[in-house]
């Protein structure tokens, strides 16, 4: 096969090269024909970038988004009214960005004007999810706090939003029904979606391989290796969310548990508690949920009659069907305002002082929100820790209501309690009610509005999943090569590993952060900093004929052999993965950045 290595190497063609890589090779190589006109679109040939006109510039104006919204209708009416609320403070933001004087915190640098698709699989009704409606009537917000952030954040900085929310539409956007020559069949630069929009692209366009480097995928909880590996998947047999084979960074969460994803985050604006014109009362306490499930459960109505000794004003806004539903599933001293507008609900927020845990819902932004506002939150314990549902592709295990909080924030505005040991529950209650009312915003760096518009504009400007080296922007007819391209972030490889220690692990004890993309790096004998007697490559499924562990923890050392190990399988890359006792993972670490 050596002698038709040039072809390979200088012409890209192979046995697998389609019509237009031959036509290429024909006119460009060969002369056997006249170019066409217009050859670098046609032909996707490098041209000159970046062209003015292509690139972003961003805005302070949002009404081009309330536009795309209105369009969406009902199910969009929570994001828009999400957005208004946080307009201020992003405009602020982006017009304070412009007056900055470090390069190194300006989120203004040019980049290219992208094309991005958001396509929110999760308000569509034929996956009987259909967040949009839900959620104005107590169902899940969560979900499209992250999405109405996203929206406005990627409108802001410049590029051009393409906003879609159901299979007609959907269609509408990304279908090609006709043949424009033979450069990439991409019509957008990035599409933001959820599972279950992939689904649905993959439905429309077929074959997703055009545009399975340019996903990003919104996944609340993480997708960790074996389970988005299609072959490794331990769910692949039932309903799951897992086996998709992208890489990680794909993923995109909400909080920043694991980093083998993306973290993208949400956004808590600051709010001054002195200056408020709600007044807060001592002696209010407000649940923590809108469906009544979260009442329901072992021992949770002596909790409540607990924290009622301490703070007399309980309030709810659980949503019920039924008005008479209300003594059957709350206790008669909590006032239930039932689903309430956003500014009503935070007008009760802020006179609250306790925000209280029912166990669910999980690892939600409302939280972040309370804390920001001046309540404190009972964050309830699990003991042993809690496993998410088991259609999740993770195997992570949670230790509280909001984990974030318990270890990020914590006391004196997070209490974490076991809710059913009455006497640890009273102590803290106790402990609140004897400590000075809190009066200062506490927002986590991580979830401010500067952190989550330079950290969207970051992942843009530097993640990069396609492998060609011919970059385009899509139906622009720009096209140029891409250069060598500066490894983003810094690398760092951690040398004192302990046996059975993920990477995750072994980089936050150093004060840094496991980078996924950094693996193939590592990826190779001379990197270990071990003197490696042997050196084997990874074959996964043989290697699962001996273990019933996946392989997603190598590289790696293995002490007594003191044999080396690398990986065969790059989806198998991984920071949460714990090896053996035995061995020795090789770690590579970054700095935090926002």
Known sequence: MDKYSCFQTHYQLNSTSDVCDVIKYLVIVEGVCEHPPMAEHFFSLPGKFPNEELTAVITTDLSGIYAKLDECGHVCEFMAKRIRSLEEDLTSEILKSQDMTSPADDITTSLPRLKILVHMGLLTRQMGLNFGEAALKGGPLGELVQWSDLLATLHLIGHDVILSWSPERLDDVISTRKFTGCQPMRKFDLIFTDVTGMEQIKGIVGNIQNYRCVLRILDVYGTEAEFNHPMFNPNKNKQNWGGKGLHLSQFFT??????????????????????????????????????????????????????????????????????????????????????????????????????????????????????????????????????????????????????????????????????????????????????????????????????????????????????????????????????????????????????????????????????????????????????CRQHDVINPPQYMMMSSLVPSYFPAYHVTGHKCFTQSDPLLFSCSAAPPPDFLRLCPCRPPLF
């Not at 979260?294 to 009622?308: A, E, F, M, S, W």
């Not at 920001?372 to 314990?381: W, Y």
Request: hydrophobic share 30%; aromatic share 10%.
């Open 254 to 531: 909400h909080f920043p548990h694991s980093p083998d994803n993306s973290f993208l985050g949400f956004v808590i604006p600051h709010h001054n508690t002195s200056k408020t014109t709600n007044v807060k009362n001592k002696d209010r306490a407000l649940i923590y949920g809108k469906l009544p499930e979260v009442i329901k459960g072992n021992k949770k109505r002596l909790y409540l009659d607990l924290i009622h000794k301490y703070f007399t004003d309980i309030h709810a806004t659980i949503y019920l069907k039924h008005e008479t539903d209300d003594d059957v599933i709350l206790p008669p001293y909590v006032t239930n305002h039932g689903n309430m507008e956003q500014k009503k609900f935070v007008d009760l927020l802020e006179t609250s002082s306790l925000f209280i845990g029912l166990e669910s819902p999980l690892e939600g932004p409302a939280v972040l929100e309370a804390i920001s506002r001046g309540a404190i939150f009972l964050n309830p314990k699990f003991a042993p820790p809690k496993k998410l549902d088991h259609s999740k592709p993770t195997r992570r295990k949670i230790k509280s209501q909001n984990p974030f909080a318990q270890d990020v924030i914590g006391e004196p505005h997070v209490y974490t309690v076991n809710i059913r040991d009455l006497e640890e529950v009273e102590n803290s209650l106790r402990k609140i009610k004897s400590n000075p009312p809190i009066k200062s915003s506490q927002v986590p760096p991580q979830f401010t509005v500067q952190s989550f518009i330079k950290r969207m504009k970051s992942y843009i400007e530097h993640q990069d999943f396609c492998k060609e080296k011919i970059k385009h922007l899509a139906e622009s007819g720009t096209y140029w090569f891409e250069e060598n391209r500066k490894i983003w972030p810094s690398p760092f490889l951690l040398k004192n590993i302990s046996s059975s220690e993920s990477c995750s692990s072994a980089c936050s004890r150093v004060e840094m952060i496991c980078e996924t993309s950094f693996f193939p790096l590592l990826n190779d004998p001379d990197a270990f900093p071990h003197t």
